[in-house]
């Protein structure tokens, strides 16, 4: 389980690094793959860094300018804190970046590598259905209009439950454990509510199939 799960935690870095050219990515081999997972955590600990500069820089403004408003008091600790957990945040994500060949390499190297490049294989080959079934489960939004990691996550899932035989609720389990890890709260229960949808639009088409195919039996 282990193993399965960082392969999809390659898969979706690596997605999210080479998503503008994905016929590349199908065919990449397992090390570019690592090293385009590494690339996207260093390049999130950096936007991360940036902001968190940024934040702390008017926060510092707002206690500073302040005088005895208490509202613009609280706002300047408010960014503080913000800066502070985003910097958390970039710590987090190199310290991963750093830690991820090592922790690959302790690991079942041969069953994440092809479990990695399987499920961005199938995700490139069956895009087109995947968003076409995830634009159907959605309410009043489209694919287009999530996040690139919060679409990511949600094809990966999609992918496992439709081509590679993964149960339901072990694709949405681990769907929503990527989003917690990479998305926000907002949106790991989003995922949560669209993959139950498919799932359930799925058991509603299985049942009308059913239904249909005993209608057209020939009567004994």
Known sequence: MQARRMARELALLGLS???DKPGRLASQDFEKLLLAAIQTLTAEAKDALE???????QGNQHLVDSGT???????GRAMVEAAIALTQTAINRLAHAVELPEFIRLSNQSEIEAFALELISHTVKH??????????AMVAWNLKRLPRIDRDILRLAVVEMHYLGTPDRVAINEAVELAKRYSDEDS???????LRRVVNRDAEGDATESSEAAADSPVA
Do not use: C
């Not at 408003?69 to 706002?75: G, H, L, P, T």
């Not at 895009?127 to 159907?136: A, F, G, M, R, W």
């Open 127 to 136: 895009k087109t259905q995947v968003d076409t079934l995830l634009d159907e």
């Open 188 to 194: 790991f229960r989003f995922i949560n509510g669209v």
């Open 51 to 57: 902001t968190a500069s940024d934040e702390l820089k």
């Open 17 to 19: 690094q080479l998503s």
């Open 69 to 75: 408003r208490a509202s613009d008091v609280e706002k």
